[in-house]
């Protein structure tokens, strides 16, 4: 019981101490200690993987329960308990479909691109904090990691939008190419003046330096504001569908994409939905940390308020232009966090 | 494989074609528009029509007068009832038959009902087309109201066939008056509620004001009626202008647009229920007792000669032109209809805009297929 209680609340001790008493015994059979590191790298890897995706097939239960509840309907309710199992059952529906393969692709690109979009989204994960002491790999530049791994994914949607051969996807693609670069930026931006207020890139840093003062949701709340549009058009999602714009773009650069293929472009959406809040509830929101609940509980509900605000915004705004959504970006979004990165730091040396 | 039509044969380096269409989301229904694109912007367009073009007028000619109200249900399935009664209206006026004064209320209900019903769903195909998924639902939960009323009246939901030359095949049901005051009650509110949601959206206003604006000349020129005609300003609507039935009893107000923008057709149709739920409330106050059926003979033969009768319907003017030679069967019939003239000024005001703003501007020209190719 004792045990159980320092590994929710203290999962860094315990962890460190089973890996020495394991190197212990693996050094007591004469086997060399990076072959055992390897091990645990790969069931780390594997648990955390494990986790997201069964937690993508829980958020897209979750997004479309609050899409019921705000269309005054009921939503998934047939499939196991609730129609909790009802993505289980799509998932199986997408293993079991045709893999159709157009003519005339390209076709190197049209299958790697969704590989490529999906590995970095999971890639990202191995820096976030789940709780305390309780991160994969501890990096000293965690958030600088978290924003190169997020940009590899425009490569993959841009593959995607040309190996297809498809004129739809081809402009689905290149939107989503504008769109994520500017809306990088301002992200950047944020990210770096909440950097500035920790003095650390390191994750776990970052969620240290919110422990003895007020989250940084407080001074930073125009950082959040902005944080949470830019991390909204990243992951593609309504206001700014655009690369998957259904009434114009039939399904933007996913349109030619069927079975597997398409599943692991909506699995990584969400994750990437999963990620973006992760990353605002860590950056803004205190991370794991919180009285009674164990760490990660706290990481999740906070998480999930997170996903709860962009559902929100998701089912009600209708889309936005592709000039308008240039133009927020690069003439509010920017000078706006240009101008709170050097209120941050004037404020910080002072 | 489909040939470009010979307008767009000529485009340059830059630019590429895009089809949209005949399967596509948000053209609504079988129509395909070529697109001349240079990146996102649009530098010409060519709606090509006919592909489920059905000889409905060839058809009518095989058909006896009374089999053929039918048919133009399946014209506009939206507004069923204001295409079934330009045809009836025709037939009549040719045989000289007088209604009773309670099957000209009768029918002036059921339109606006349809009218009503037609304004909500153009109302939620408008906010699918712009990316707003939840507006239809909101819009959908009133227009279920109403079919049910119309429904229970003509026994169909979609294409009712509610009108019969001389009148009506039975009377209203008997709670029909009870259910449209309390819908009419809440009616005007749930108006407001759907203006909040899409309308006055900050989004959608900055996406549709300035955008496909059509002057008032244009409009005229290539014929339009309709909302689009008074989302430019031109008070035309053809029950005040020329007004059909028992319409001149009825005090309502002609709703028009200022600048002929996208944004006005959604103003100017949203308008136009609120004017449809009024002409209702009266309609039900004074609807007189009596008969819902003239005396009609048992076989319908019109003197030989011709008319043109036209009533206004959700998108329009819609007019039948018909030919008799004193037979069981009509020589010759002809349909005007709404959707085609307005189909055809889409060129005029979408060349410039973006991709977005096609689909925006023809939600807004809320066009129905099967009636343009007819």
């Known amino acids: 019981m004792a045990l159980l209680k320092e590994l929710l609340y203290n999962s860094g001790k315990p962890l460190s101490e089973f890996s020495s008493w394991m190197h212990a015994i693996w050094a007591g059979w004469g086997m060399p200690g990076f072959l055992l590191d390897f091990i645990f790298q790969l069931v780390i890897v594997l648990a955390v993987t494990a986790v997201l995706v069964l937690n993508a097939l829980w958020i897209i239960y979750y997004d479309r329960k609050i899409s019921a509840l705000m269309q005054i309907r009921k939503g998934p309710n047939r499939v196991g308990p609730f129609g909790l199992l009802q993505t289980l059952a799509d998932t199986v529906k997408l293993l079991i479909k045709e893999d159709v393969n157009p003519k005339k692709i390209d076709i190197l690109s049209f299958w790697i691109a969704p590989l490529i979009i999906f590995i970095p989204t999971f890639a990202v994960f191995l820096v976030l904090p789940f709780g305390n002491g309780l991160v994969p790999a501890d990096l000293n530049i965690g958030i600088l990691y978290i924003i190169a791994i997020t940009g590899l994914s425009v490569i993959g949607i841009l593959a995607a939008g040309w190996g297809s051969n498809n004129k739809y996807s081809l402009i689905g693609g290149m939107r989503s190419a504008a769109q994520i670069v500017s809306y990088e930026i301002p992200m950047v931006l944020v990210i770096l003046a909440v950097v500035l207020m920790s003095g650390t890139m390191k994750m776990s840093g970052i969620v240290a330096a919110q422990s003895n003062r007020v989250w940084f949701v407080v001074p930073q709340f125009l950082g959040f504001i902005i944080f949470l549009i830019a991390g909204n058009a990243e992951v593609n999602r309504a206001p700014f569908d655009l690369p998957e714009a259904e009434s114009e773009l039939v399904a933007g650069f996913n349109t030619e994409y069927s079975a597997m293929k398409f599943a692991f472009f909506y699995l990584a959406e969400y994750t990437n939905l999963f990620l973006t809040s992760a990353v605002a509830a860590t950056l803004f929101l205190g991370g794991w940390q919180g009285p009674f609940l164990p760490p990660i509980v706290w990481f999740f509900i906070k998480t999930y308020f997170v996903i709860t605000i962009l559902c929100w915004i998701r089912w009600t705004f209708p889309r936005i232009r592709v000039d308008q959504l240039m133009e927020f970006s690069w003439k509010y979004l920017l000078p706006l966090a240009l101008l709170n990165l050097v209120v941050t730091a004037v404020i910080l040396k002072f | ?374």
């Open chain 2, 1 to 374: 494989m489909i040939k470009a039509p010979f307008e767009m044969e000529k485009i340059s380096d830059e630019e590429y074609i895009l089809n949209m269409g005949p399967q596509h989301p948000s053209t609504h229904g079988v129509l395909r528009i070529v697109l001349k694109l240079d990146g996102e912007v649009v530098t010409g367009l060519y709606p090509d029509v006919g592909y489920i073009h059905s000889s409905v007028e060839k058809m009518c000619e095989n058909k006896k007068f009374e089999m053929i109200t039918p048919y133009t249900d399946r014209l506009d399935y939206l507004s069923a009832v204001n295409y079934n009664w330009a045809y009836v209206a025709a037939v009549e006026k040719l045989m000289g038959i007088q209604l009773p004064e309670r099957a000209e209320y009768m029918r002036v209900m059921l339109a606006e009902l349809n009218r009503i019903m037609s304004h909500l769903l153009w109302y939620s195909a408008f906010g699918m087309d712009v990316g707003a998924l939840t507006p239809i639902f909101y819009a959908f939960r009133e227009r279920e109201e109403v079919i049910d009323m119309v429904e229970g009246m003509t026994g169909g939901r979609l294409t009712h066939h509610a009108f019969r030359i001389g009148g009506f095949k039975n009377d209203l049901q008997k709670d029909f008056l009870s259910r449209l005051e309390k819908f009419l009650a809440k009616f005007e509110d749930r108006i407001c509620e759907y203006e909040a949601l899409l309308i006055n959206n900050v989004i959608l206003t900055a996406r549709t004001k300035g955008v496909g604006i059509l002057d008032k000349d244009t409009a005229i020129n290539y014929g339009v009626t309709g909302p689009v005609l008074r989302g430019s300003g031109c008070a035309i609507d053809l029950r005040k202008n020329a007004p059909y039935s028992v319409y001149s009893k009825f005090d309502f107000r002609v709703c028009t647009g200022k600048n002929g923008d996208t944004w006005d057709r959604l103003k100017v149709r949203m308008d136009e229920m609120r004017e449809s739920a009024k002409i209702l409330k009266q309609a039900a106050a004074m609807l007189p007792a009596g008969e819902f059926c003239a005396k009609v003979p048992r076989v319908i033969k019109p003197a030989p000669g011709e008319v043109y009768t036209k009533v206004e319907s959700a998108r329009g003017e819609f007019g039948v032109y018909m030919v008799s030679d004193g037979t069981e069967k009509p020589y010759r019939i002809k349909f005007r209809s709404p959707s085609f003239s307005n189909l055809s000024v889409l060129k005029e005001i979408t060349i410039g805009s973006k991709i977005a703003d096609v689909v925006a501007i023809m939600g807004s020209l809320d066009l129905v297929i099967p009636e343009i190719d007819r």
